[in-house]
């Protein structure tokens, strides 16, 4: 069963600090990945994707990415109230159809 | 226009009903997905469509049937649900079914079956 780990949080920070949101995987294949925003009520929204080691930047966001520890990260720099939403990770199945999600991390930002 | 239109947008439905779900996506994409969110638990993938074709069935009860007219378009037929199939019910579209593919969701439709 492959899967996709994630804090379920929540996680509070104040406004203006970096928030770090966390998720592992188990197929060591895969080779996508993706952070979803959600909104309370919303459908995701695509804020990022990443697809070899390192670190990809795109205003205050970096996502973050270790094939060999299979880990994911976010990264969300001067947080805002409007950041406040559940984070989902997502992995593309190696070879397959399939994108596997996390639960999510609900992000907390306080004003 | 939206990129992914999904209608109802809240339904409820009785356990013998018999009712569909519409989506359509204006992105050009060839791939088309159902997925079911339930309440603290991950996005579950239900089907998949790459060009019309069903290339993925996740292991799901045949009271839910999928149908893909064409590349625009994708219906998911309801039929003598029970109330645990009660969930949100997210469309999505992507370039493609496989590889380096983010996926483009639609607002969902609330279904509550009674």
């Known amino acids: 069963q492959k899967e996709v780990e994630q804090n379920s949080g929540p996680l509070s920070v104040p406004e203006g600090a970096i928030a770090s949101l966390n998720c592992t995987y188990s197929?060591?294949?895969?080779?996508?990945f993706f952070w979803y925003r959600q909104y309370s009520g919303k459908s995701p929204e695509l804020i990022m994707s990443i697809y070899s080691n390192g670190d990809k930047e795109d205003g205050r966001f970096t996502a973050q990415l270790n094939k060999a520890s299979q880990y994911v990260s976010l990264l969300i720099r001067d947080s805002q109230p409007s950041d406040s939403a559940t984070y989902l990770c997502?992995?593309?199945?190696?070879?397959?159809?399939?994108?596997?999600f996390g639960a999510g991390t609900r992000l907390f930002v306080k004003a | 226009e939206t990129g992914v239109t999904q209608t109802p947008r809240h339904l409820v439905m009785g356990m013998t009903n018999k009712k569909s779900l519409k989506c359509e996506q204006h992105l050009g994409h060839n791939a088309m997905y159902w997925y079911k969110q339930s309440a603290k638990k991950p996005l579950e993938l239900m089907f998949v469509?790459?060009?019309?074709?069903?290339?993925e069935n996740n292991s799901v009860p045949s009271r839910f049937s999928p149908e893909c007219p064409n590349s625009s378009h994708l219906f998911l037929h309801l039929h003598t649900l029970q109330p645990e199939d009660s969930a949100l019910y997210l469309c999505a579209s992507s370039p493609q079914a496989m590889g380096n593919t983010e996926a483009f969701f639609g607002q969902g439709t609330r279904l509550t079956v009674v």
């Open positions: 469509y790459s060009l019309e074709e069903r290339v």
């Open positions: 997502a992995v593309n199945e190696a070879g397959g159809f399939k994108t596997i």
């Open positions: 197929d060591r294949g895969s080779q996508s």
